[in-house]
Nanobody, 120 residues
Framework: QVQLMESGGGLVQAGESLKLSCVVS?????????????MAWYRQPPGNKREMIGI???????TYSGFTRGRFTISRDNDKNTVYLQIDSLKPEDTAVYYC?????????WGQGTQVTVSS
Protein backbone atom coordinates (compact mmCIF):
# COMPACT_ATOMS: atom_id res chain seq x y z
CA GLN A 1 0.00 0.00 0.00
CA VAL A 2 1.21 3.50 -0.80
CA GLN A 3 1.91 5.83 2.10
CA LEU A 4 2.16 9.61 2.11
CA MET A 5 4.34 11.12 4.83
CA GLU A 6 4.26 14.89 5.19
CA SER A 7 6.77 16.72 7.37
CA GLY A 8 8.40 20.06 7.96
CA GLY A 9 5.60 21.96 9.64
CA GLY A 10 5.83 23.82 12.91
CA LEU A 11 5.14 27.02 14.80
CA VAL A 12 6.58 30.05 13.05
CA GLN A 13 6.31 33.82 13.15
CA ALA A 14 4.52 35.76 10.46
CA GLY A 15 6.91 36.65 7.66
CA GLU A 16 9.05 33.54 8.01
CA SER A 17 9.34 30.70 5.51
CA LEU A 18 8.90 26.95 5.67
CA LYS A 19 9.66 24.10 3.31
CA LEU A 20 7.39 21.10 3.66
CA SER A 21 8.18 17.64 2.34
CA CYS A 22 6.01 14.74 1.29
CA VAL A 23 7.59 11.34 0.80
CA VAL A 24 5.61 8.85 -1.25
CA SER A 25 6.46 5.25 -0.42
CA UNK A 26 5.04 1.75 -0.37
CA UNK A 27 5.28 -1.65 -1.90
CA UNK A 28 2.64 -0.78 -4.49
CA UNK A 29 4.57 2.20 -5.78
CA UNK A 30 7.50 1.74 -8.07
CA UNK A 31 9.97 4.47 -8.72
CA UNK A 32 8.79 4.84 -12.28
CA UNK A 33 5.19 5.21 -11.17
CA UNK A 34 5.96 8.20 -8.96
CA UNK A 35 8.08 9.77 -11.67
CA UNK A 36 5.05 9.93 -13.97
CA UNK A 37 2.52 11.00 -11.33
CA UNK A 38 1.12 14.50 -11.11
CA MET A 39 1.10 15.41 -7.43
CA ALA A 40 -0.70 18.10 -5.48
CA TRP A 41 -0.44 19.94 -2.20
CA TYR A 42 -3.51 20.74 -0.12
CA ARG A 43 -4.24 22.46 3.14
CA GLN A 44 -7.06 22.40 5.63
CA PRO A 45 -7.39 25.47 7.86
CA PRO A 46 -9.09 24.97 11.22
CA GLY A 47 -12.85 24.64 10.78
CA ASN A 48 -12.62 24.73 7.01
CA LYS A 49 -12.61 22.28 4.13
CA ARG A 50 -9.46 20.97 2.55
CA GLU A 51 -8.36 23.13 -0.40
CA MET A 52 -5.86 22.53 -3.16
CA ILE A 53 -2.78 24.74 -3.20
CA GLY A 54 -1.31 23.59 -6.49
CA ILE A 55 -0.04 20.74 -8.60
CA UNK A 56 3.20 19.64 -10.19
CA UNK A 57 3.25 17.35 -13.19
CA UNK A 58 5.82 14.75 -14.13
CA UNK A 59 7.82 17.31 -16.05
CA UNK A 60 7.96 19.73 -13.13
CA UNK A 61 5.43 22.19 -14.49
CA UNK A 62 3.38 23.75 -11.71
CA THR A 63 -0.06 25.30 -11.47
CA TYR A 64 -1.30 27.15 -8.42
CA SER A 65 -4.61 28.17 -6.97
CA GLY A 66 -5.36 31.88 -7.02
CA PHE A 67 -4.96 32.48 -3.31
CA THR A 68 -1.27 31.50 -3.36
CA ARG A 69 -0.28 34.88 -4.83
CA GLY A 70 3.30 33.86 -5.55
CA ARG A 71 4.15 32.83 -1.99
CA PHE A 72 3.94 29.09 -2.59
CA THR A 73 6.38 27.02 -4.66
CA ILE A 74 5.98 23.32 -5.40
CA SER A 75 8.92 21.20 -6.51
CA ARG A 76 9.78 17.52 -6.69
CA ASP A 77 12.72 15.14 -6.51
CA ASN A 78 11.83 11.99 -8.41
CA ASP A 79 14.93 10.17 -7.16
CA LYS A 80 13.64 10.59 -3.61
CA ASN A 81 9.93 10.08 -4.38
CA THR A 82 9.39 13.44 -2.70
CA VAL A 83 7.41 16.56 -3.41
CA TYR A 84 8.10 19.84 -1.65
CA LEU A 85 6.12 22.95 -0.78
CA GLN A 86 7.99 26.16 -0.03
CA ILE A 87 5.88 28.82 1.67
CA ASP A 88 7.32 32.31 1.95
CA SER A 89 6.11 35.35 3.88
CA LEU A 90 3.88 33.21 6.05
CA LYS A 91 0.70 34.79 7.37
CA PRO A 92 -1.54 33.77 10.28
CA GLU A 93 -4.19 32.75 7.74
CA ASP A 94 -1.77 30.11 6.42
CA THR A 95 -2.31 28.20 9.66
CA ALA A 96 -3.54 24.77 8.55
CA VAL A 97 -2.70 21.12 8.23
CA TYR A 98 -0.86 20.59 4.95
CA TYR A 99 -1.21 17.40 2.89
CA CYS A 100 -0.05 15.99 -0.40
CA UNK A 101 -1.84 13.58 -2.71
CA UNK A 102 -2.70 13.35 -6.38
CA UNK A 103 -5.00 16.00 -7.89
CA UNK A 104 -7.99 13.70 -7.62
CA UNK A 105 -7.27 13.08 -3.96
CA UNK A 106 -8.29 9.44 -4.31
CA UNK A 107 -5.27 7.70 -5.78
CA UNK A 108 -3.53 7.24 -2.43
CA UNK A 109 -4.70 7.08 1.19
CA TRP A 110 -4.32 10.46 2.84
CA GLY A 111 -1.40 10.90 5.19
CA GLN A 112 -1.51 12.55 8.61
CA GLY A 113 -0.46 15.89 7.20
CA THR A 114 1.89 18.36 8.82
CA GLN A 115 0.65 21.20 11.01
CA VAL A 116 1.73 24.73 10.21
CA THR A 117 0.89 27.38 12.80
CA VAL A 118 1.73 31.00 12.10
CA SER A 119 1.72 33.50 14.94
CA SER A 120 1.29 37.21 14.37
Amino acid sequence: QVQLMESGGGLVQAGESLKLSCVVSGSDLSGSDFRFRTMAWYRQPPGNKREMIGIINSGGTTTYSGFTRGRFTISRDNDKNTVYLQIDSLKPEDTAVYYCNTPTGVAFPWGQGTQVTVSS
